[in-house]
Every structure is written in structure tokens, then in C-alpha cells.
């Protein structure tokens, strides 16, 4: 078994972070590699004004040679806003999302924030043609700052461009 990870940090400005990161792992098995997995994400981040932040992440997911049936899904859980979960998938998956996360309201117990996103992204296998989906929409956010690692709690409502449905999501923590 093999497992190699590199996650490199930026401070590309005052108050704008670049946070990469590329995992590769697979299996030998008798003289051939097995099970190849791989990831490469950037996330970017920056602060803008006094509270509020704007944040991007390109992530790209390949499995090769799997052990079992696994696929790469594409859906709500999996960073794809507007779509149900699992809705799409494959052995390949690409990620775009941007958000702008404006701070409402700040108090010492509570943070009242919001989120305006563009979510796209693409699953396929290898040989088949996909086309890129994508959706957009808006979310509420409450953190708290005084909880131990400062927990974030979720809402977003996203409409998939390709089925044309509006979808619910709650979740803890950010998107990304």
C-alpha cells in the first residue's frame, strides 16, 4: 500500500491564504498497482473589508483500477448545491465553487452570516462524455465563536440549472 500527501500553504496577500493540497494512493498487487486513487484541491480565501470573506475551491477526485464498484458521486453532499445527493457519478469528478460570505451581524455568543454561491462540477467516467452541471443560490450561517472549534451551522437554498428544482440543504461547518 502507498499513500503520498502534500498540502502547501500561501500567504498570497495580506489577508488572501491559498491552501493546496494532492493525495495520491494505490495498492501493489503481485506486479501491478491496483485501487489508484487521487486528489488535487486549491481552496483560496480572503478576507474582505472588516467581517466579510469570499472563498473559491477547485477540486478534482480520480479513482483508477478500484477493488470494488466505487464511484465518485455528485450531488448536494458532495459540493454540487441544487442537485439531490448521489445524483450524479463516475470514476472522475470535477469541483468549482465560489462563495461570498457576508457577516450580518457579530456578537460576542453568535455571528449572524450569510452566503451567496456558484456551485459547478462534473462526474464522469473515463471515455463517456459529460457535460458540466451547475447551480447557484443563497444560505444562512450561525457560528459560534465561544464553542470549542467554533462550530458553523448551515442552510442553503440552490437551484440546479439542469433539473431546474430548488433544493434544501442543512449541514454543521462550512461548505468548504
Known sequence: VFRLGLAPRYSLADRVFLFGSLNVAGRRERDDLINRTGVAQLLLYARVLAAHSAALRLRYDAIDDPEDQVQLLLGTLQGLRGY????????????????????????????????????????????????????????GRVGLPRVYNTPVMRADLAYGAADRVWQLSFGVGQYF
Open 84 to 139: 439531490a445527493p448521489r445524483r450524479f457519478d463516475g470514476r472522475r469528478r470535477i469541483l468549482l465553487n465560489v462563495e461570498a460570505r457576508p457577516a450580518f451581524y457579530q456578537h460576542p455568543l453568535f455571528v449572524l452570516a450569510g452566503a451567496l454561491f456558484v456551485d459547478a462540477g462534473r462526474a464522469w467516467n473515463p471515455g463517456a462524455a459529460g457535460k458540466a452541471k451547475w447551480g447557484f443560490g443563497a444560505g
